[in-house]
């Protein structure tokens, strides 16, 4: 009887616990509405951090968006797509790139790799080539999608060890600026001035950037 019960618990605990990572993915696919941000020092810091790889639009542009991602999420993986989209065809949107390992230490080296591969301008490509990888990640093949994308490897390797406190010092300002706007895990995204938690796809993101152009920059 006592057996009996104690595996009828532990059905019931995995039941809660599979409800629970069910609710967890469904809250990151359809994220809220975006919560509206003033230009705090936070967010003047996520804007205005050099260092943070971009694309797009430079001075002409009107709206702003600023992606965190980890190249393990599924879904980053799964939305990264309409963000490229959107930005091949908008010529007044820019993209800050703000990787965010959150998922171990093949997410860890992935990001370092990205921004290793910027120092040759190279980001964007190793950046979707990452994003469109599927299946496991590690180092041998993180190592050959850099290659395919363009990344010359032998610089790579270079810029990975001199450039290493750099890209430390890079990743870390990333994680202060998700924890200080609050984010709760990736993807994330500030557009204008909403801040949404969650996947956003094409419909999503082109209704956040029509407000976004309705209520201007942060301010």
């Known amino acids: 009887m006592a057996e009996h019960v104690s595996r009828r618990q532990w059905i019931a605990f995995a039941v809660v616990i599979a409800l629970a990572i069910a609710a967890s993915t469904l809250l990151q696919w359809w994220p809220r509405e975006g919560r509206r941000l003033t230009l705090t020092p936070v967010v003047a810091a ?3 951090d050099a260092g943070s790889p971009r694309a797009g639009a430079a001075g002409s ?17 799964a939305t990264d797509p309409a963000l490229m989209r ?5 010529p007044f949107l820019r993209v800050i790139y703000k990787d965010w390992p959150i998922r171990g ?11 290793a ?16 990888a599927r299946g496991p990640l590690d180092a041998e093949r993180i190592a050959a999608i850099a290659a395919e994308a363009g990344a010359d490897p032998a610089r790579l390797a270079a810029d ?7 890209i430390d010092a890079q990743l870390g300002r990333h994680s202060q600026q998700a924890f200080g706007l ?4 990736t993807p994330g995204y500030l557009v204008g001035p909403y801040l949404y938690d969650g ?20 301010r």
């Open 117 to 132: 591969a910027d120092r040759q301008g190279r980001y964007a490509a190793v950046h979707d080539a990452l994003m469109a």
């Open 182 to 185: 609050g984010l709760a895990g």
């Open 61 to 77: 542009a009107d709206v702003t968006v600023v992606v965190f991602t980890d190249y393990r999420c599924p879904i980053c993986k």
């Open 46 to 48: 996520v804007l205005n």
């Open 105 to 115: 230490a093949v997410s860890d080296l992935a990001a370092r790799t990205a921004l």
């Open 86 to 90: 959107a930005l091949a065809a908008d």
């Open 199 to 218: 996947g956003l796809d094409d419909r999503r993101l082109a209704h956040a950037i029509r407000l976004a152009r309705q209520a201007g920059p942060p």
């Open 160 to 166: 990975l060890n001199t450039h290493a406190r750099e």
